[in-house]
């Protein structure tokens, strides 16, 4: 059996720098600062959670790259588009996880989703196939392009995830109250008035209807997931659902959005900021929520120690069946291919809704390949020098020793 040392010098060695020096790719410090040590943990031991946790870095040195590049299509991006962020539930598959989603240069999605393929098939030993997985993901962005209707077949990878045995009600819902964080009287308090501000609201929206008590508060908790979105503010609340029944709760995730203020290729908007997920959601995305809202109505108030106003906040069902891929998942090189195709063919066909502005994204797209893909590579490099300097890793022939 190969040792855990072994498998972490070997990791390490795929992922050594070259002799050129790169400058280096650093996260928020604020955000650093705000991380929790397991988290932290993560960070150091994985590149791709960290390539995972400085989106915002990432995103704005895309745009200092392309910044004097003529004629960027503005598109609806997914605004944080990688490989993890690929969900499967019972009936459904794609990128999903739209918190960062806004309307920018269309650059941002393909050199996140690209520089995603780069550090996947690193550690997975797949380098020597690296150019054929990119080439299936700008195939499937111009699939997507021209054909804004057509539909990939299923992934394998996908069935194979959904083989897994999914957990029962009971099991899902016990799995959520485990993770409740507690939560002091008046935060609950507040959560439990927002809730009942949500009602009101879902109950005047034309054509849904809800049993009474349907968003009755059974319990509620911070609630601290993601990578990304680690320094969100979250709550975890499960409501009564449609009878009193326990066993058919739901589970709502109430959750600060993040600011995205002064990324210099995204557009400002004067909607609320909150609106931009579901927007995103709604365009791009494929997954169904039961529940995806926001308006100054629901917010949580008072729900965070950053003040006593509402803040911005949106809300959405958790499916039980849902399940985010891992790179770990990835049987083959094929698995991989499949999911770069299909991932672009959902970038791409959501992006444009307009015959005309597919075109210029299509004609943009062939003139900026190559610039795309050495920008992609450039950038993983500037990664992986801020990864090392985090996790204090100097190089592979040091690691080895």
């Known amino acids: 059996m190969t040792s855990g040392r072994a498998l972490l010098v070997a990791a390490v060695l795929v992922l050594a720098p070259s002799a050129e020096a790169h400058a280096q790719l650093r996260p928020n410090p604020e955000a650093l600062a705000q991380a929790p040590a397991e988290l932290l943990d993560r960070l150091r031991a994985d590149p791709f959670t960290y390539f995972r946790f400085v989106n915002r870095a990432w995103t704005t040195r895309v745009c200092e790259a392309f ?11 997914h605004g944080d588009a990688h490989l993890e962020q690929f969900a499967v539930t019972k009936d459904a598959w794609g990128l999903d996880d739209f918190d960062d989603s806004a309307r920018g240069a269309m650059v941002v999605d393909v050199v996140r989703f690209l520089g995603s393929l780069d550090l996947a098939a690193r550690q997975r ?32 990878v996908v069935g194979a995830l959904r083989r897994a045995t999914p957990p029962t009600r009971a099991r899902f819902l016990a799995w959520g109250e485990q993770r409740m964080l507690p939560m002091t009287p008046d935060k609950a308090a507040a959560v439990v008035r927002g809730m009942n501000a949500f009602d009101a609201l879902m109950r005047s929206e034309a054509g849904r209807t809800f049993a009474p008590g349907y968003f009755t508060v059974v319990s509620a908790g911070w609630i601290r997931i993601g990578i990304g979105s680690a320094a969100a503010r979250k709550v975890l609340i499960r409501v009564q659902g449609p009878t009193p029944d326990a066993g058919d709760d739901e589970l709502l995730e109430a959750k600060e959005v993040a600011n995205l203020d002064g990324i210099p290729c995204l557009e400002d908007s004067p909607r609320p900021p909150a609106l931009r997920i579901v927007d995103g959601t709604l365009q791009l995305g494929r997954l169904k929520h039961d529940i995806l809202a926001v308006g100054p109505t629901l917010l949580i108030p008072a729900a965070s120690d950053r003040g006593e106003h509402w803040l911005e906040w949106w809300v959405t069902s958790w499916e039980p069946s849902y399940r985010e891929l891992r790179i770990a998942d990835l049987r083959s090189v094929e698995d991989l ?64 020793r």
């Open 67 to 77: 910044a004097a590049t003529p004629d960027i299509p503005i598109v609806r991006l």
């Open 337 to 400: 291919a499949a999911i770069a195709f299909d991932s672009g063919v959902q970038l791409a066909a959501g992006s444009r809704p307009d015959e005309a502005e597919r075109a210029q994204a299509l004609a943009a797209l062939g003139r900026l390949e190559p610039q795309l893909r050495t920008t992609a590579s450039a950038i993983v490099e500037e990664l992986l020098a801020g990864w090392r300097e985090l996790s204090g890793r100097r190089a592979a022939s040091e690691a080895a």
């Open 125 to 156: 030993g797949w380098t020597s196939r690296r150019d054929a997985v990119r080439t299936r993901f700008f195939d499937g962005l111009r699939r997507g392009l021209t054909e804004p209707d057509y539909r990939p077949p299923e992934p394998a």
